[in-house]
């Protein structure tokens, strides 16, 4: 029951990040990558953030039998109820770990689409491989909640996708609005 509830999230989560690539090529090229002020991000950067992020919690993708469960603390506890707050109500945070903020801004949608595709299809195939107890073992790890179970790995993701799909909808605005009053 809990493996079938985690394959249906990942659809669900995959549907909506497809949708979201389904989107953003509807834009110019330019459009993806402005940036509309200093210490701003682009479209891409966003993109690119995500996956950045989505891939450090997936532990950058190891063989699956490199993962190795962890305690979920009372810290860990608390620390994902933060978590989900703070995508819940857009609440404007600084990117917790390096690694996750966007690098490289030779960036194109098509290259981005690809990495994220490698991740959903490692995270398919670790789902497809989990057993009863090993879908309810901690081996995901998050900068602020610490360790994650696969649902709650895939609940933040969700969420995080959310929360950017609205940041990029404002940055569309934002790039409209300027490019209709110049």
Do not use: C
């Amino acid at each position: 029951m809990m493996i079938r509830r985690l394959t249906s999230r990942l659809k669900r989560y995959d549907r909506s990040r497809r949708a979201l690539f389904e989107e953003l090529a509807t834009l110019p090229p330019e459009k993806l990558t402005e940036i509309d002020g200093p210490g701003k991000w682009s479209i891409l950067q966003v993109v690119q953030h995500m996956i950045r992020a989505e891939s450090s919690v997936l532990q950058n993708r190891p063989d699956p039998t490199r993962l190795l469960p962890k305690n979920l603390s009372m810290r860990a506890h608390l620390g994902y109820l933060a978590v989900l707050f703070v995508l819940l109500f857009d609440i404007p945070v600084p990117v917790p770990d390096s690694g996750m903020a966007p690098n490289d801004n030779d960036l194109s949608l098509k290259k981005l689409k690809n990495e994220w595709d490698q991740n959903i299809v490692w995270l398919k195939d670790y789902i497809n491989h989990l057993t009863t107890t090993s879908a309810k073992q901690a081996v995901f790890s998050h900068p602020v909640t610490g360790p994650l179970t696969p649902a709650r790995a895939l609940r933040i993701a969700q969420l995080h996708l959310n929360t950017h799909k609205r940041h990029i909808a404002r940055i569309r605005h934002r790039i409209t609005r300027t490019t209709r009053t110049v």
